[in-house]
């Protein structure tokens, strides 16, 4: 008798497994997902792609396209989806692509997500330098003037990021046009140039972001220092956005969330990825930490793929619950 219970519950398990197994909801469907050049983003694009796997999917392998170009090949339904959605920095990239009407956007995936300018610790308390529009001066203006023509050079946002637009619009509304010059280009090639310049000793002036490698190398606090801006201004749809932090600090930008946005249409029909989506969250400091490796030579797609795996590993109850809920 005893053996026979366990017999049936073997099979009633077996049974389970198959059915579940052929009832994924993904069976048979593509997925395309879209990230930019960042590869840096790469990590948190295939942590969504391996639980879509989990769910039946095939996922393709993320395609590198310019951050415009993602959401409006996802509005088209080109692609499919994009873990890189800035809330709100590309909020006028959204709009423009569709908006509510094209995309799909529940639950915030990465949270506190913070940019703004540094310089150099020594400069700042040699000079008492505090806020970048103290950069007027053209006197302090030229401590960060790396090419000889007497303006700060400040290492900028390269073109089509979103960061490019409020960077340039900062240095309208607050005075800067005349004594700072926004650099604009490769960003990783010019933090490189940045990094140089701080260690052979000399000032430096920078934009970054996080979760990025750049304040693991250049440390806020022990390196650098955030610069404030004297009030509250953005362009385009962040217009009138109050960028005050609750500790009364001001570094100039909203700190961000970031969406995992889908095509709508796609979504409506696959609730179980939508639900998905809209459930996953991933602690800013664990991109951080992989973004990190990443700049200290563990950047092949086979060490992404790794630290993806290690990740799962390491949180393998909170990744099964994801998937598990997106499946009820």
Known sequence: MHKTVILAATLTVLAAAQVSAADLPGKGITVKPVQSTISEETFQTLLVSRALEKMGYTVDAPGEVDYNVGYTSIASGDATFTAVNWDPLHDDMYKAAGGEQKFYRAGRYVEGAAQGYLIDKKT?????????????????????????????????????????????????????SNTVEHNQ???????????????????????????????????????????????????????????????????????NSMHIVANKAWAEKNPAAAKLFAGMKLPIADINAQNSRMHQGESSEADINRHVDGWIKAHQATFDKWISDAMQ
């Open 185 to 255: 280009g490769n960003y990783s090639a010019m933090i490189a140039d940045t990094i140089t310049r701080y260690k052979e000793g000399k000032p430096i002036l920078y934009y970054t972001w996080t979760p990025y490698w750049v304040s693991d190398v250049l440390i806020p606090g022990k390196d650098t220092v955030w610069l404030q801006v004297p009030f509250s201004s953005m362009p385009g749809e962040q217009k009138g956005l109050d960028t005050k932090l609750p500790n009364g600090a001001n570094y100039g930008f909203p700190v």
């Open 124 to 176: 700042a308390e040699k000079y008492h330098i505090t806020s970048i529009d103290q950069l007027k001066d053209p006197k302090l203006a030229k401590l960060f003037d790396t090419n000889g023509d007497g303006k700060a050079d400040l290492t900028g946002c390269t073109p089509g990021w979103g960061c490019e637009a409020v960077i340039n619009h900062h240095l309208q509304a607050y005075g800067l």
